[in-house]
């Protein structure tokens, strides 16, 4: 992808909402620390954030859209993209067996196709609707709805990027979405698969992003920074406390390096794909692969939900699915 200046960036709608990032006073952490955390129960709801001291800052926010030929973004080098996607007729995203029986294929089929990954396989996913989540709505046979996240961060670290591969090669345990649809010992990946794939391999997880409602994305849409303009001496990381393990994501200082982008209107025939980690970016051990177009493989991408100034204050809430896949090229 060619470099992109922001006068180009401009070139499309801006908005200027506020991120809550993490402040500056909570220092800067590639590895555990006991710093930043929460507690996550098995119907997916959290514990108050400990640690946590937002660092509000408004950033200009451009419509990706508006990024063409060789200054479009990409999946590799920036961390995002958005692809046409038909949804499966009728499906039910209340119930939790149609989603992981007739959605992950589908997942799993348009990131193969997207990435060149030889194996992909979708794990787990989260439904958002603030509406839903005030009533404490729940999945039939899975969690609770869930509301969009106002937090910029990035879903894994340098230690849980490679930990979450490992546990997909075990049975799954009690907050693991797959745990019903796998046989008593069974795991989603083979041992040996994951084991090359840590071994001088390259694997990575990837969020397949979509609208649910009829209506296009108006409220809380969903923001992203260009990853090439993310440093890791801006992460902090927080862990999440499960019932029978400890997972880890990374939380983000501000910087006015941070160029940050979204999709106008997104519509339910849309699908985003968002990096949230890659063994091969520039932060990872094995940093230095390009891509078949011969870009620079960036590791993950910060995100957040926003509350876009422009949004008409009769406008639908936002009803979201997002399905997180794991690549094994």
């Not at 992003?209 to 969903?222: I, K, S, Y």
């Amino acid at each position: 992808m060619a470099e992109m200046s922001w006068d180009q960036k401009r070139t499309g709608p801006i908005t200027e909402p506020v991120f809550n990032y993490i402040d500056r006073s909570v220092p800067h952490s590639l590895f555990r620390n006991g710093r930043v955390s929460l507690t996550r129960a098995p119907d997916g709801n959290d514990s108050e954030l400990q640690g946590y001291i937002a660092d509000a800052h408004e950033m200009r926010v451009a419509d990706a859209r508006s990024l063409v030929g060789d200054a479009r973004a990409t999946l590799a080098r920036n961390g995002f993209d958005r692809l046409d996607h038909p949804l499966p007729p009728d499906l039910d995203f209340l119930d939790h067996g149609d989603i992981v029986r007739r959605y992950y294929p589908a997942c799993v089929e348009l990131l193969k196709t997207a990435t060149g990954a030889g194996h992909v396989f979708a794990f787990d996913h989260n439904v958002r609707w603030a509406a839903a989540q005030r009533k404490q709505t729940t999945i039939r046979g899975g969690q609770q709805v869930q509301g969009p996240i106002r937090v910029v961060h990035g879903d894994y670290t340098l230690t849980s990027g490679p930990q979450r591969l490992k546990d997909l090669a075990r049975p799954p345990r009690i907050n693991d979405t797959m745990r019903p649809f796998l046989a008593e010992g069974e795991s989603l990946i083979s041992a040996d698969l994951v084991a090359s794939a840590l071994e001088g391999g390259r694997f990575a997880f990837v969020n397949v992003w979509r609208n649910l409602a009829e209506e296009p994305v108006q409220r809380d849409p969903l923001g992203f920074v260009d990853a090439q303009t993310v440093s890791p001496e801006e992460l902090v990381v927080f862990e999440i406390h499960y019932a029978d393990r400890v997972g880890e994501n990374y939380f983000a200082h501000h910087s006015d390096r941070h160029r940050w982008f979204y999709y106008s209107e997104l519509r339910r025939e849309e699908a985003v794909l968002i990096k949230q980690w890659d063994s091969a970016g520039a932060f990872s051990v094995s940093a230095g692969e390009r891509s078949d177009e011969g870009e620079e493989l960036c590791t993950m991408n910060f995100h957040s939900a926003f509350e876009d100034p422009a949004t008409p204050p009769d406008a639908p809430e936002r009803h979201s699915i997002e399905v997180r896949c794991a690549l094994v090229f």
